[in-house]
């Protein structure tokens, strides 16, 4: 469930020209910049990021996300820049990972670390395709809650993830 910001309005079409404008990669397209160094209205380059706190409902639970969103000191006009719905999206994802039960991006890499793998090995032994721990662990997907438990498995039964990796013919040290 979506709520009214408690900061500024933004105009979506406004954040879709500005998004569109930066050519960033999101779900497939390529990045070329990442921040707005200036304000595509006045050319202004005095622009603040500033913080509002959104309150989401998720699953019955209110979820404080910190959203970023940035102010030209020209003319005074409010944009959210990709980078930072892209930062939006990240913290939501992380807030819902934790009502969820699921392990958080940070857990995952220490879960891969203590199994002693990369992150291409880790998506050859659980699946998930190509970049999935990659992308698990900067937040940018969650992982399904079937991936979740595998993983939790194979840290409590070596016996099971040296089976996977195995079969995905991952080479382990012998440690």
């Known amino acids: 469930m979506v709520s009214k910001l408690h900061?500024?309005?933004y105009?979506?079409?406004e954040v879709k020209a500005a998004a569109d404008q930066l050519n960033l990669e999101f779900r497939g397209r390529k990045v070329?910049?990442?921040?707005m160094t200036h304000c595509v209205v006045c050319k202004s380059e005095d622009i603040k990021c500033l913080t509002a706190?959104?309150?989401l409902l998720y699953k019955g639970n209110e979820l404080q996300i910190p959203l970023e969103y940035s102010v030209c000191n020209g003319c005074g006009r409010e944009f959210v820049p990709k980078s930072q719905i892209l930062s939006g999206e990240i913290a939501f994802r992380?807030?819902?990972k934790k009502i969820d039960g699921l392990l958080s991006?940070?857990?995952i890499s220490q879960a891969r670390a203590k199994l002693s793998i990369s992150?291409?090995?880790?998506?050859r032994v659980f699946g998930g395709g190509k970049n999935a721990f990659s992308k698990y662990e900067r937040g940018e997907v969650s992982q399904s809650v079937a991936m979740d438990k595998l993983i939790r498995v194979c840290l409590k039964h070596h016996h099971v993830?040296?089976?996977l990796a195995l079969k995905a013919g991952v080479k382990l040290d012998s440690s």
Not at 32 to 35: E, G, Q, S
Not at 119 to 123: C, F, H, K, L, P
């Open 119 to 123: 992150q291409e090995q880790a998506s």
């Open 32 to 35: 070329r910049d990442t921040t």
């Open 94 to 96: 992380k807030a819902k």
């Open 11 to 13: 105009d979506l079409t």
């Open 161 to 163: 993830f040296r089976e």
């Open 7 to 9: 900061g500024p309005k």
């Open 53 to 55: 706190v959104e309150t």
């Open 105 to 107: 991006s940070e857990e």
